[in-house]
């Protein structure tokens, strides 16, 4: 028979453990995305029930990443895989099918209504510019919403229990994304419909122009890779010093020698730093989706609103 001051402090944390609630007590679920902007959406989702990993990670360039044997025992252990989908990053099916993965890959794209661009930089001057679905909807506030929605309800299939959590805390973050587009609206009406035109290294910000009534020209196409002809920079150059565009910016995951050439030959300025396909590092001005929105919307305004120099 166990002495007093020992029995009583064992009894207590039987007690314990016995009335833990079993969320309280399972692992966290482990969900692996192909980039950063959604590995934040899964954790805002799926709070403390899930451990998240994104395999291209702050500042890292989704179209040229090369997975590791690491990644791949990463994918195959996951209980849940998210991807972008609308051919941002269809090697995650690829590397999910090699690793052995049998869970579902999530589409956090899937239906939202998406956007064509148009590759201007890249023709050769003798046929029609190319076309192709514009994959970076997360660049609109309202498309967030239905990444998160697909989020949700994806770890509410694969872990039943927690249903009720990801769908509540789906809800009170789409109240936050709908904050963020008021605020972002009201900035953007700040500036003239003039100083609207934006010049960024590559064409991703379709979705953000397209929401908030702002023009974007870029020297290269939906991939940061290809490499821009020297007819195409030449003719945005012309289309640049043409309309006066007062600023050209700059992007976390490009080059900056290609804006440099742009803004040594336009005249422009570099009005600052973009985040588009990735977050920054936890320190920097876009560790989560939120603040990319802000800082990205609040650098083109105070950027577009100076006087010209």
């Not at 969320?23 to 482990?30: F, K, Q, T, V, Y």
């Not at 709070?47 to 040229?64: I, M, N, P, Q």
């Not at 050769?124 to 660049?139: E, F, I, L, N, S």
Request: hydrophobic letters at 45%; glycine letters at 8%.
């Amino acid at each position: 028979m166990l002495p007093a001051f020992v029995a009583r402090p064992l009894r207590a944390l039987l007690l314990c453990i016995v009335a833990a609630p079993a969320a309280a007590l399972a692992a966290p679920l482990e969900v692996v995305t192909s980039f950063s902007i959604l590995a934040d959406f899964v954790r805002q989702v799926g709070g403390e029930r899930v451990s998240v990993h994104a395999l291209v990670g702050e500042d890292g360039d989704t179209h040229a990443f090369q997975p590791r044997p690491s990644d791949a025992r990463r994918v195959g252990s996951a209980a849940l895989v998210v991807a972008n989908g609308l051919g941002f990053d269809d090697w995650v099916a690829r590397l999910a099918r090699s690793a052995g993965y049998r869970g579902e890959v999530v589409l956090a794209a899937q239906g939202v209504a998406t956007l064509e661009m148009t590759d201007h930089a890249h023709d050769d001057g003798k046929g029609p510019d190319q076309h192709a679905v514009d994959p970076h909807a997360w660049q609109d506030t309202r498309n967030a919403e239905r990444y998160v929605d697909n989020i949700a309800e994806a770890l509410a299939r694969t872990d039943p229990a927690g249903a009720a959590i990801y769908r509540a805390n789906a809800a009170r973050y789409r109240a936050q994304l709908r904050e963020l587009d008021a605020e972002l609206r009201a900035l953007v009406a700040t500036l003239p419909a003039t100083r609207r035109k934006v010049v960024s290294s590559h064409d991703a910000f379709g979705y953000l122009a397209h929401a908030y009534g702002l023009r974007f020209l870029a020297p290269v196409g939906v991939s940061n890779n290809a490499e821009p002809t020297a007819q195409g920079v030449a003719r945005l150059i012309r289309q640049l010093k043409a309309e006066q565009v007062p600023a050209v910016f700059l992007e976390n995951i490009a080059d900056p020698r290609l804006i440099e050439r742009i803004r040594s030959e336009s005249g422009a300025r570099v009005g600052g730093t973009l985040y588009s396909d990735a977050l920054s590092a936890a320190g920097g001005p876009a560790p989560d989706y939120l603040a990319l929105m802000r800082h990205n919307v609040r650098t083109l305004v105070a950027a577009l609103a100076a006087p010209a120099r």
